[in-house]
């Protein structure tokens, strides 16, 4: 399985992105797949997760701002992000869960004036 994150860049305050991160192989519709962030200095920690049947889960800082979503034919999995902060830049990363983890690269997002 690789994992292929996009749709990072700057962003001002109060703006959005939509992350995307593409899987190859065959087991992503009943994977879980889950976005990630750390930020300099700080530990990797969940954002956002969506299990196979679509169920999510959403970190306090990302609820009501952000949104997952996955789109099986297209083996990808989004994170739309509204109302970015400054304290959303991070390193963002993709994982990929089916009996162990995979991980994307990274993309990075800058939230700054």
């Known amino acids: 399985v690789q994992l292929q994150a996009s749709g990072g860049g700057l962003v001002q305050p109060g703006g959005s992105l939509r992350l995307s991160c593409a899987a190859s192989?065959?087991?992503?519709?009943?994977?879980?797949m889950g976005w990630y962030r750390q930020a300099p200095g700080k530990e990797r920690v969940l954002v956002a997760d969506i299990r196979s049947d679509g169920l999510t889960n959403y970190a306090d800082s990302a609820k009501g701002r952000f949104t997952i979503s996955r789109d099986n034919a297209k083996n990808t999995v989004y994170l739309q992000m509204n109302s970015l902060e400054p304290e959303d830049t991070a390193v963002y990363y993709c994982k990929l869960r089916y009996v162990k983890d995979y991980w994307g690269q990274g993309t990075l997002v800058t939230v700054s004036s």
């Open positions: 192989g065959s087991i992503f519709s009943i994977a879980v």
